[in-house]
């Protein structure tokens, strides 16, 4: 795989976790600290994984598989690690 | 008038309004969502506790947050004499205290959200002002 490539995976949000404002907030702030781009694809939509707005805006409720992709710097390092977050958002 | 200050290198919010209560909640509300880091400052209603804006007040906190110890800070109002009230705040403002107030055209809740979230990720104050633009045309349905 070269440094470029996208990187995807999937991560499914606890069933009594909605991807409400605050945890939301957890995992923009999260993918703010990769350097590379990260957009979350749920419910037939996509958002900018560092806009806490567009990112609330999936309106992803709980239990919902939500598409992690990264591109870029660190994009491996990135998805793997808010894949884990989005699991075990509370 | 609520002035929290931090010793960090944190872009902050000045949240004006009408209403002291919606001030108070917003900032409670984006310390929840963004984290304790990004410091708030807020003025809303007026002396005697009725709704307006208090022009003296505004100006207190925004030149509190031009010369506080953060980054810098974008300023958010919500409507009619709140935005009134910070045009003649600005006006008694120096240069320098200029150059550290982004005053942003958003959604006051919205923008609130979106600049807090992104001033605790470490962002700049350019930075923080665009996300709080953002608001403008995120849809929300």
């Not at chain 1, 606890?14 to 419910?43: D, K, Q, S, T």
């Not at chain 2, 942003?104 to 923008?111: I, K, M, S």
Request: charged residues 20%; aromatic residues 2%.
């Amino acid at each position: 795989m070269s440094p470029s490539s996208e990187v995807v995976v999937a991560a499914r949000l606890p069933e009594r976790v909605a991807l409400h404002a605050r945890p939301a907030g957890r995992f923009v702030r999260a993918a703010a600290g990769f350097p590379c781009a990260v957009v979350i694809a749920a419910n037939g939509k996509r958002a900018n994984g560092k806009s806490i707005l567009e990112v609330i805006g999936l309106g992803a409720a709980g239990g919902t598989e939500l598409e992690l992709s990264a591109s870029g710097e660190g994009a491996v390092e990135a998805v793997e690690h808010l894949a884990a977050l989005v699991r075990t958002l509370d | 008038m609520a002035v929290v200050t931090h010793d960090t290198q944190y872009v902050g919010l000045v949240l004006v309004s009408h209403s002291g209560e919606i001030v108070a909640g917003l900032a409670g509300l984006v310390g929840q969502v963004a984290g304790p880091d990004v410091p708030i400052a807020t003025a809303g209603g007026m002396p005697d506790g009725s709704f307006g804006t208090d022009g003296g007040q505004v100006l207190d906190v925004l030149r509190s947050a031009a010369n506080g110890a953060g980054a810098g800070a974008v300023v958010l109002m919500d409507l009619g004499s709140s935005v009134l009230a910070v045009r003649a705040a600005l006006v008694e403002l120096e240069p320098e205290e200029l150059e550290r107030i982004v005053v942003v055209d958003a959604p006051l809740v919205e923008g609130a959200v979106a600049a807090g979230v992104t001033a605790s990720t470490g962002a700049d104050l350019a930075e923080v002002a665009d996300a709080a633009r953002e608001a403008v045309h995120v849809s929300k349905l």
